[in-house]
Each structure stands twice: as C-alpha cells, then as structure tokens.
C-alpha cells in the first residue's frame, strides 16, 4: 500500500446542472458519486470518461475535488518547498 503521505485524495462528482455557465445542480438527490480517487490522474481518468459518456447533455457536468486540500489546506505550500 502506497504511503498515506503520499495520497492527494480527489472525488469525481457529477450531475445535471441548472444553467449552462453555472455550478448548480438541478436535483441534490440525483448527483451521481463516480468515485474517489488516491491522485489527480485516476481521478481525471475517471472524470473524462463520464464527461465523454454524457457529451449530449450540455446541462450535464462532472467536476474533481481536490480533497486533499480540504483536509490539508497547507498541504500545497508545504509541498512547494
């Protein structure tokens, strides 16, 4: 198993949105979890994948959290130096 220190866990979420330009989804119950991911590479894998499953819908929309850094909001800064 990888060291923990090393995971920059990211989550995958997505669903319809109530407008084209904004963050709003229409139905809180039908956002759909893709998955949690240990780095941004599988977790921008698995984002292109839904995105390009949905490509029809322009009101549907998947986005990464980097969680990481709601855990360790220093995280970044310490990592810079």
């Not at 989550?11 to 139905?27: P, S, Y």
């Not at 759909?32 to 490509?55: D, H, I, M, R, S």
């Not at 029809?56 to 810079?80: C, E, T, W």
């Amino acid at each position: 198993m990888p060291d923990s220190a090393q995971q920059l866990l990211h989550l995958v979420i997505g669903g319809e949105l109530t407008e084209l330009g904004g963050t709003t989804f229409r139905d809180l119950d039908k956002v759909e979890v893709v998955g949690l991911y240990p780095n941004y590479a599988t977790a921008y894998t698995a984002w292109k994948a839904k995105a390009q499953q949905t490509v029809d819908n322009a009101h549907m929309r998947y986005f990464i959290v980097h969680l990481h850094r709601l855990l360790d909001p220093g995280q970044d800064a310490k990592s810079a130096r």
